[in-house]
Nanobody, 116 residues
Framework: QVQVVESGGGLVQPGGSLRLSCAAS????????MGWYRQAPGKEREFVAT????????WYGNSAKGRFTISRDFAKNTVYLQMNSLKPEDTAVYYC?????????WGQGTQVTVSS
């Protein structure tokens, strides 16, 4: 069984920063990528960023380019999302997606609210 657990969400003012973490554990033979998606109320789930494993190549969605940075701790099977210059439209539940040899696994999500 594979577990994917996100943390680090919360309430932040516009222009502020937040760092999300996602840790993968369990019966994982090989990780291909780990990444982040988000879903705002009434909207479809949207790609934010992903990072390759073990190479470290990164890909970003348009909403994340220039403001968000994805990174990882290879030894801990953990990925981070550093979010800067946050805007109210970044408010959403952020989900971590693990793509591994056994398939895709999702976390439960962490709420990010950007509001004054």
């Amino acid at each position: 069984q594979v577990q994917v657990v996100e943390s680090g969400g919360g309430l932040v003012q516009p222009g502020g920063s937040l760092r999300l973490s996602c840790a993968a554990s369990g019966s994982i033979f090989r990780i291909n990528t780990m990444g982040w998606y988000r879903q705002a109320p009434g909207k479809e789930r949207e790609f934010v960023a992903t990072i390759g494993w073990p190479g470290g190549s990164t890909w970003y969605g348009n909403s994340a380019k220039g403001r968000f940075t994805i990174s990882r701790d290879f030894a801990k099977n953990t990925v981070y999302l550093q979010m800067n210059s946050l805007k109210p439209e970044d408010t959403a539940v952020y989900y971590c997606k693990l793509v591994h040899s056994g398939g895709d696994s999702w976390g439960q999500g962490t709420q990010v609210t950007v509001s004054s």
